[in-house]
T-cell receptor
Framework: GAGVSQSPSNKVTEKGKDVELRCDPI?????LYWYRQSLGQGLEFLIY????????KSGLPSDRFSAERTGGSVSTLTIQRTQQEDSAVYLC???????????FGQGTRLTVV | GNSVTQMEGPVTLSEEAFLTINCTYT??????LFWYVQYPGEGLQLLLK?????DKGSNKGFEATYRKETTSFHLEKGSVQVSDSAVYFC???????????FGTGTRLLVSP
C-alpha cells in the first residue's frame, strides 16, 4: 500500500473488554513496530517484529498485551481486560530490512471508559 | 539502557526567529540518530537523520549534527515559519535497528 494503515482510527471501549488493533504495513517492509503514545508521555516502544517473529517483546506492559503477525504482513495488537490506563494512541511503523527509516501510521486512539 | 533526553516545551517563537531544540542521548555502541515531526492531526514522519559521528542531517531548512563527544543531536533552523508548528521528537536506534527510542517530544509554536 501507499503507507502504513491502521484500524480503527478511534476505539472507545468499556473497562474489562478486549480490543484488537490492526496494522497493515507498507508492502515489502519486513520490520514492524508497535509504539504507544500517552498524553503527556513520549513514545513508548511495545514490540518489534522481523517477519513473523518477535525478537523483542520487552516493551509490552503486562501479560494482558499480546501481538501477532501473519504472512509477514498484517499485525494485530490485542489488549485483554482493558484498563483506563491503557487509554493512549497506539502507533504502528514499518521499515525495510536493515533500513534506518521507519514509516508510521496515523495511529489508533483507544479510550477506555 | 539507551535513552534520549530533549528539552521540554512548549517552545514559543515569532516567525523568522532562530530555533534550537536540544537533544542528548545515552547509548552503547554507535546508534543512528533521528528527528521525527508530528504536525497537527498528522502521523509521525521522519524529518532528518544521521548515522555516524559528525554527520549532519538536513531537510526543509532544519539541520542537526551528530556530536559523539557531547552525545548530542540538537535541532536547528535559521528562520522558522508558522507552518513549522508541530511536535518534534528526537530518537535513536541501536546498531541492529531493532527499535527506535524516543524522547518525550518538544512542542513548537510559531506565531506570525
Amino acid at each position: 500500500g501507499a503507507g502504513v494503515s491502521q484500524s480503527p482510527s478511534n476505539k472507545v471501549t468499556e473497562k474489562g473488554k478486549d480490543v484488537e488493533l490492526r496494522c497493515d504495513p507498507i508492502s515489502g517492509h519486513t520490520a514492524l513496530y508497535w509504539y504507544r503514545q500517552s498524553l503527556g508521555q513520549g513514545l513508548e516502544f511495545l514490540i518489534y517484529f522481523q517477519g513473523n517473529s518477535a525478537p523483542d517483546k520487552s516493551g509490552l506492559p503486562s501479560d494482558r498485551f499480546s501481538a501477532e503477525r501473519t504472512g509477514g504482513s498484517v499485525s494485530t495488537l490485542t489488549i485483554q481486560r482493558t484498563q483506563q490506563e491503557d487509554s493512549a494512541v497506539y502507533l504502528c511503523a514499518s521499515s525495510l530490512p536493515g533500513n534506518t527509516e521507519a514509516f508510521f501510521g496515523q495511529g489508533t486512539r483507544l479510550t477506555v471508559v | 539502557g539507551n535513552s534520549v533526553t530533549q528539552m521540554e516545551g512548549p517552545v514559543t517563537l515569532s516567525e523568522e526567529a532562530f530555533l534550537t531544540i536540544n537533544c542528548t542521548y545515552t547509548a552503547t555502541g554507535y546508534p543512528s540518530l533521528f528527528w521525527y515531526v508530528q504536525y497537527p492531526g498528522e502521523g509521525l514522519q521522519l524529518l532528518l537523520k544521521a548515522t555516524k559521528a559528525d554527520d549532519k542531517g538536513s531537510n526543509k531548512g532544519f539541520e542537526a549534527t551528530y556530536r559523539k563527544e557531547t552525545t548530542s543531536f540538537h535541532l536547528e533552523k535559521g528562520s522558522v515559519q508558522v507552518s513549522d508548528s508541530a511536535v518534534y521528537f528526537c530518537a535513536l536506534s541501536d546498531a541492529g535497528f531493532q527499535k527506535l527510542v524516543f524522547g518525550t517530544g518538544t512542542r513548537l509554536l510559531v506565531s506570525p
